[in-house]
């Protein structure tokens, strides 16, 4: 089992957004002194979900700072950016990190952002599956045409080849976002494993890993490759000495980032969308994750791998919103944890 931290680089009202990116890039760092695994980087535009707007460009610079821990995206967006300079900077980052970056990717969402960038809602509808064949054929191949209705262009060299690394990996591993099935079957067929939502719980993430193995073999991935799939589970972690308290403080501070974060995203196309209510979701959150004493949480985490098949994590620690709160709570997961699972 492999655990490792999810950030979002959430604003909660009052923060300064310098103060927010500086508490991102500390529980990073801190991940890794405390023995984590992983750290993985969301994106987000004009919104104060998370005020991160290139998972890459963090990730960049936390692989500057780090030596061991792995350092991904979750994710990177490809309805608003080109596959092809996705690909490129992945491959530099997996070349000069020693193979330590892993890109996950997904279409994002109906947002404004597809306007502002140029994409279109096209991009966001039918745009992502010659994306992803695109992105994942320019990190595995020496040279790349682009033959598809989005991006056209004649063949090019592949600069740098993210297989010519010290390392013996063919290249940066590649997640891919899923939340319909849909989504599963395009990850499935290449043999992609899945980063699984923090919404959904045990039961519906153990649905999803059994579709994606059906799809898998259907398509003729060998069994030691549908056996090995790696999915991420992402997740809430919040650690205290009693459940009550770690309850408390998420359910105090995450209802007014969430009622103004999510509240801010604004649809391309005015179609209607339904808010979740902040704190019923927060509740939802702490009954589905690891958010109480540290035994609660190990055992909890070992539940859901055993459940679900999943053997990684990524959780959000920043639910408290405080920058020493959330330093503590990544160090007790590391320290209290983590040891109970090994």
């Known amino acids: 089992m492999h655990v490792g931290t999810f950030v979002l680089a959430a604003q909660f009202p009052g923060q300064g957004q310098g103060e927010v990116l500086h508490r991102a890039v500390r529980s990073a760092q801190t991940a890794e002194e405390v023995g984590l695994d992983s750290v993985w980087l969301a994106e987000h535009h004009f ?96 040279s790349v045409a682009g033959r598809g209705p989005r991006h056209g262009f004649r063949e090019v060299t592949v600069v740098p080849r993210p297989g010519e690394s010290l390392t013996d990996s063919p290249g940066p591993e590649v997640v891919v976002a899923c939340t319909s099935p849909a989504s599963v079957r395009l990850a499935a067929e290449r043999g992609l494993p899945m980063l699984l939502g923090m919404h959904v719980g045990d039961e519906e993430k153990a649905e999803m890993v059994g579709l994606w193995d059906r799809h898998a073999r259907a398509a003729g991935r060998s069994r030691d490759e549908v056996r090995d799939a790696a999915h991420v589970s992402a997740g809430v972690c919040q650690i205290a000495d009693r459940r009550t308290d770690a309850v408390e403080t998420l359910t105090k501070a995450m209802p007014g980032w969430l009622r103004q974060g999510l509240g801010a995203h604004v649809t391309v196309d005015g179609r209607a969308r339904r808010m979740r209510d902040p704190l019923e979701y927060t509740e939802l959150l702490c009954g589905l994750h690891p958010v109480g004493t540290p035994r609660l949480c190990a055992d909890r985490l070992a539940a859901t791998s055993e459940r679900t098949g999943v053997s990684r994590f990524a959780l959000l620690v920043e639910g408290s919103g405080d920058l020493a709160a959330t330093e503590e709570n990544v160090r007790r997961l590391g320290t209290e944890v983590l040891p109970r699972l090994r």
């Open 47 to 142: 919104v104060p979900y998370g005020i991160c707007p290139s998972a890459i460009t963090l990730a960049a610079l936390l692989l500057g700072r780090t030596e061991r821990i792995r350092v991904g995206t979750a994710v990177t967006v490809l309805s608003t950016a080109h596959p092809v300079a996705v690909g490129e900077q992945a491959a530099l980052l997996h070349l000069v990190s020693g193979g330590r970056f892993s890109l996950g990717v997904g279409r994002g969402g109906p947002w404004v952002d597809l306007e502002v960038f140029g994409a279109g809602l096209a991009a966001y509808e039918e745009g992502f599956p010659e994306s992803l064949d695109l992105l994942t054929r320019w990190l595995r191949e020496p």
